[in-house]
């Protein structure tokens, strides 16, 4: 199985910014769209953000349209999630995955040829 590996979560007061890191080092990101998720604390996961492929098209929740930004390096086989005004809401587990990127939802390949990954922690905390 697949896997991707998720980095730069951690603790930050409400209004601060985080970015997030999504990469593989075993095959190449570039074929697949890409979609954050996270998981609060006692909810399901619920996706965050998604990015074609090319990086051309990108859409968000509505919780965090305007303040978290989707992008992708291919050149270095990563996925970024910039995470602004952080609000405490925005705590839990960010993953990233391959992505069915019009509903933003995880793509039938997750389960099948993909794991998720471990994840990373946000916590938003006064």
């Known amino acids: 199985q697949l896997q991707l590996v998720e980095s730069g979560g951690g603790l930050v007061q409400p209004g601060g910014s985080l970015r997030l890191s999504c990469s593989a080092s075993?095959?190449?990101?570039?074929?697949?769209?890409i979609g954050w998720f996270r998981q609060a604390p006692g909810k399901d996961r619920e996706g965050v953000s998604c990015i074609t492929s090319s990086g051309h098209m990108t859409n968000y929740a509505d919780s965090v349209k305007g303040r978290f930004t989707i992008s992708r390096d291919n050149a270095k086989n990563t996925v970024y999630l910039q995470m602004n005004s952080l609000k405490l809401d925005d705590t839990g587990i960010y993953y990233c995955?391959?992505?069915?990127?019009?509903?933003?939802?995880?793509?039938?390949?997750?389960?099948?040829?993909?794991?998720w990954g471990q994840g990373t922690r946000v916590t938003v905390s006064s």
């Open positions: 075993t095959f190449t990101l570039d074929h697949y769209p």
């Open positions: 995955a391959p992505a069915a990127f019009s509903q933003c939802v995880a793509s039938v390949l997750v389960g099948r040829d993909f794991d």
